[in-house]
C-alpha cells in the first residue's frame, strides 16, 4: 500500500469521524446533562437535511443561510419535543423506561410523517462547498474539506461553552447533582431544555454537511444514529472528548478496515469495536467506571 493511499485512507477516515463525532457528541450531551438517551438523535439529523433541502432547492437562499436554517429548525424543534414531552417525564420517580419509550415512539413518528410529506425517494442536493482539490495525491473535495472545519469549529464552541459561560457552569453542575444545583439557584429546567436543543442541532449540522453526499430521505438517519451510540459507548456515555476521539478512531478504524478487506465489511468492523470496548472496557475510553 503506497503512501498516498494511506494519507487518503487517513484523510477519508477523519471525514467520516467528524460526522460520527457530531452525531455522537449530541448524545454524550444529553446523557451527561439528563441522564437519558435520546433514540429519535437520527430523526433530528433527518429533519436537518430536509430543511437543507427546501432551503436550497425552493428557497433557493446562499448556502451558509440554509445551513443556518438547518440548525435554527432542528434546534427549535428540540425545544418543543423537551418542552411537551420529555420535561414531564424527567420529572416522574422512575423516568428512564418512559423516556426511553418516548423517544422510540417519536423516531418511528418522524420517519412515517416523513415518509407520508415527503415521499421514500432520495431528494438530490448540490454541495454547498463545492469543487476538489489535490495535494501530494491526495484527493480533497471541498465538501468533505467543510464537513471537517465545520466539525471542528463546532467542537470549539461547545467546549468553550461548557468550560467558559455560566451556561457551561449551569450544565455541568446539574450533571453532577441537580438537587444541589437547584439549591444554588439553577433552573435546571432551562438548561434541559436549552441542552436538548442544542444536542439534536449537532446532528442536524452534521446532516446539512453529509446531505449534499448522501441525498435525502426519511430513513437518512439510522446510521448515523446506530454509529454514533457505537462511538457512545467507545468513548464514554456523558464525555464529550470521548465523543470526539471516539468518532475519530472509528472512522479511520473503518477506513482502514474497509481498504484491507471491502466494504462490505464496514459495520462489521464497528460493531466488533462496539463488542471489544464492552468486554474490556464497559465504561468506555474516558468513562468514569460507576461504583
Same mark, same amino acid.
Given at each position: 500500500m503506497h503512501g498516498f493511499?494511506?494519507?487518503?485512507?487517513? !484523510? %477519508?477516515? !477523519? +471525514? /467520516?469521524?467528524? #460526522?460520527?463525532?457530531? #452525531? /455522537?457528541s449530541g448524545i454524550s450531551l444529553i446523557w451527561g446533562t439528563m441522564r437519558m438517551l435520546n433514540f429519535a438523535h437520527g430523526e433530528f439529523y433527518m429533519i436537518g437535511g430536509y430543511t437543507l433541502f427546501f432551503a436550497l432547492v425552493a428557497l433557493k +437562499?446562499? @448556502? !451558509?443561510i440554509a445551513v443556518g436554517l438547518g440548525l435554527l429548525m432542528t434546534f427549535i424543534l428540540g425545544v418543543v419535543v423537551e418542552r411537551l414531552i420529555m420535561r414531564w417525564l424527567l420529572l416522574r420517580a422512575e423516568w428512564e423506561m418512559p423516556t426511553l419509550v418516548a423517544t422510540l415512539g417519536l423516531s418511528? &413518528? #418522524?420517519?412515517? &410523517?416523513?415518509?407520508r410529506t415527503f415521499g421514500a425517494g432520495d431528494l438530490g442536493l448540490p454541495y454547498v462547498v463545492p469543487g476538489v482539490f489535490r495535494v501530494a495525491g491526495v484527493v480533497l473535495p471541498g465538501q468533505r474539506i467543510a464537513i471537517v472545519l465545520v466539525a471542528i469549529v463546532a467542537f470549539a464552541a461547545v467546549w468553550s461553552i461548557l468550560r467558559? $459561560?455560566? &451556561?457551561? *457552569?449551569a450544565i455541568r453542575a446539574t450533571s453532577q447533582d441537580r %438537587? $444541589?444545583? +437547584?439549591l444554588m439557584g439553577i433552573d435546571f429546567p432551562k438548561v434541559y431544555m436549552l441542552t436538548f436543543g442544542i444536542s439534536v442541532a449537532l446532528a442536524a449540522l452534521a446532516a446539512t454537511m453529509l446531505a449534499p453526499i448522501y441525498s435525502v430521505n426519511p430513513w437518512m438517519g439510522q446510521r448515523p444514529m446506530l454509529k454514533a451510540f457505537i462511538v457512545v459507548v467507545f468513548g464514554g456515555l456523558g464525555s464529550l472528548e470521548g465523543a470526539v476521539l471516539g468518532g475519530m478512531a472509528l472512522g479511520i478504524i473503518e477506513s482502514v478496515g474497509v481498504a484491507v478487506v471491502s466494504s462490505e465489511w464496514q459495520d462489521v468492523i464497528a460493531f466488533a469495536i462496539l *463488542?471489544? +470496548?464492552?468486554? *474490556?472496557? @464497559?465504561?468506555?475510553? &474516558?468513562?468514569?467506571?460507576?461504583?
Open positions: 493511499n494511506i494519507a487518503q485512507l487517513l !484523510v %477519508d477516515g !477523519v +471525514v /467520516a469521524g467528524s #460526522m460520527y463525532a457530531l #452525531m /455522537a +437562499v446562499h @448556502p !451558509v418511528v &413518528f #418522524m420517519q412515517n &410523517f416523513a415518509l467558559y $459561560t455560566k &451556561f457551561g *457552569i %438537587d $444541589t444545583a +437547584v *463488542i471489544l +470496548v464492552l468486554w *474490556i472496557r @464497559p465504561q468506555g475510553l &474516558f468513562g468514569a467506571k460507576e461504583s
